[in-house]
């Protein structure tokens, strides 16, 4: 898409937006980044605190090498350079919930620089967006406000949690780019199993810093949208604050920079705070931790075993003949591409690509499921195309059993048996149902030959209902126009 799509006319001309994403990402380890105490989500508040979480005196912190591993993995999934040598600072500040007064984080020399992704636009085509940073930082716990009238309470399972703090550059130009820039990401998270990207459960959280322009000239004072918790509302968030930041330009006042909250209910951002600048937070590497220094040789074996991530698996589906359209629909979530695979497994690609985005697709849908519970499994389903494949049945008698799989749980192959389904193939038959229809239509047998070429389709659809529309369609066609052209 050219930049041009993406201005937004204002009531003195037009302008630009600039946006730079700040995703968390909850790294999956069953143990903290500095202590042994679990991860699991839902757990009993304060049920999963050790004391280095709680930030009892004499506590030191010990790093969890399985999060650094899985930092590693996911800068080289973002094609950035996974530093060797990393430091651990102290990000200083105060709240109720963050019992040690400051955060552990990396600030000057983070564990992943320089790196990008391609994201998929609506008009098919690509665009590059840089990434900046990668670096491993402690989450801090929850503050719970409706437990108690007068009281708050805190939880702190939360604190300590590995997260991975991924800043893009200011590359994004719509809330279109936002939203394919955090799809991509996440579904590389997911294919390296270094995150599970559920933003409902805050194991994914979005802060989005968006300014405006006019084009080309220089960056705009930005807002800071803070804890955006689906790639939805990050997109609408974005779109109320570039509008927000336009209106107040062209009244002639200024941008004020500030972390603002998006309210979803009421469809708006508001102020939260002034927004803090780097030295605020009084960074300093934090004395209880070595610098981190990690072996080329490890970087090089994770290299080594990297899984085949979504671009990689597009390109080849589309290899086997796919569109580009289907394979990157496809690789978007990797149950779907291995549901897919499953099915095309032996058989023609671009037929198991056409069921699973249309008719499976559709059902799950319908029923409210998801692909990690398909209502049809990939064997099932598969079995249906063989009976395709080796004529059986119809495209047309496949839609059919499909629904019948759907509501009974029976293979393709019981359901055509069981109700006699099979594609009528004998020559005989066909042509006996085809030279009856013709007999009773004899007066549009006349105007086809006059002709009148649509009726063909007409006779099509007399032996087809003749036939319980079981009769081969290929053999079907070619019969009907011998008949009625010899």
């Known amino acids: 898409m050219s930049e041009n799509k993406n201005l937004i006319q204002g009531k003195t001309g037009v302008w630009e937006m600039v946006i730079g994403l700040e995703v968390h990402a909850q790294v999956i380890s069953k143990a903290k980044l500095f202590s042994g105490a679990a991860t699991a989500f839902g757990a009993d508040a304060n049920a999963q605190v050790s004391f280095v979480d709680a930030a009892m005196p004499g506590m030191l912190p010990v790093i969890n090498r399985v999060c650094v591993e899985q930092a590693i993995k996911t800068g080289l999934g973002i094609n950035a350079t996974v530093n060797t040598l990393s430091v651990f600072d102290r990000k200083n500040y105060f709240y109720a919930d963050l019992p040690q007064g400051y955060q552990i984080s990396q600030f000057t020399q983070p564990i992943v620089s320089d790196g990008h992704l391609m994201i998929?636009?609506?008009?098919?085509?690509?665009?590059?967006?840089?990434?900046?940073?990668?670096?491993?930082?402690?989450?801090?716990?929850?503050?719970?406000?409706?437990?108690?009238?007068?009281?708050?309470?805190?939880?702190?399972?939360?604190?300590?949690?590995?997260?991975?703090?991924?800043?893009?550059?200011?590359?994004?130009?719509?809330?279109?780019?936002?939203?394919?820039?955090?799809?991509?990401?996440?579904?590389?998270?997911?294919?390296?199993?270094?995150?599970?990207?559920?933003?409902?459960?805050?194991?994914?959280r979005c802060d989005a810093n968006v300014s405006v322009r006019r084009p080309g000239a220089e960056f705009g004072t930005r807002c800071e949208i803070k804890n955006v918790n689906s790639i939805r509302f990050v997109a609408a968030a974005i779109d109320y604050e570039a509008r927000r930041q336009i209106e107040i330009l062209e009244d002639g006042g200024s941008i004020r920079q500030e972390t603002r909250l998006w309210d979803s209910a009421k469809g708006e951002t508001r102020a939260m705070r002034s927004k803090e600048q780097a030295h605020d937070y009084r960074y300093f590497p934090d004395p209880d931790l070595l610098p981190l220094e990690i072996d080329p040789a490890e970087i090089d074996a994770a290299r080594a075993a990297m899984p085949e991530l979504p671009d990689a698996r597009r390109d080849r589906y589309m290899a086997l003949g796919l569109s580009r359209y289907d394979a990157s629909v496809l690789v978007a979530e990797k149950e779907t591409a291995l549901y897919f695979e499953a099915v095309a497994k032996g058989r023609d690609a671009k037929t198991a690509a056409n069921w699973v985005t249309v008719e499976l697709f559709g059902a799950l849908n319908k029923l409210g499921k998801t692909i990690e519970e398909p209502p049809v499994s990939a064997e099932a389903l598969g079995g249906l195309i063989d009976l395709i494949a080796d004529n059986t049945i119809s495209t047309k008698i496949a839609k059919d059993v499909f629904q019948i799989m759907l509501e009974t749980g029976e293979s393709a192959a019981e359901i055509v048996e069981k109700r006699g389904l099979r594609q009528v193939t004998d020559t005989g038959a066909i042509e006996a149902a085809i030279d009856d229809i013709l007999a009773k239509n004899a007066d549009k047998v006349a105007e086809f030959r006059s002709g009148k070429d649509k009726l063909f389709g007409f006779f099509v659809g007399q032996v087809m209902k003749a036939t319980g529309g079981k009769a081969n369609p290929g053999m079907l066609n070619d019969l009907l126009r011998a008949k009625l052209e010899g």
């Not at 590359?171 to 559920?198: F, V």
């Open 120 to 204: 998929d636009l609506a008009d098919g085509t690509e665009k590059r967006i840089g990434i900046t940073r990668l670096h491993l930082e402690q989450d801090a716990g929850k503050s719970l406000h409706d437990q108690d009238p007068r009281l708050s309470y805190i939880d702190l399972n939360r604190s300590g949690i590995a997260l991975m703090e991924i800043v893009s550059e200011p590359d994004i130009r719509s809330s279109e780019e936002a939203a394919a820039y955090l799809k991509k990401l996440r579904a590389i998270l997911r294919y390296l199993e270094t995150c599970d990207g559920n933003m409902e459960e805050g194991s994914m």
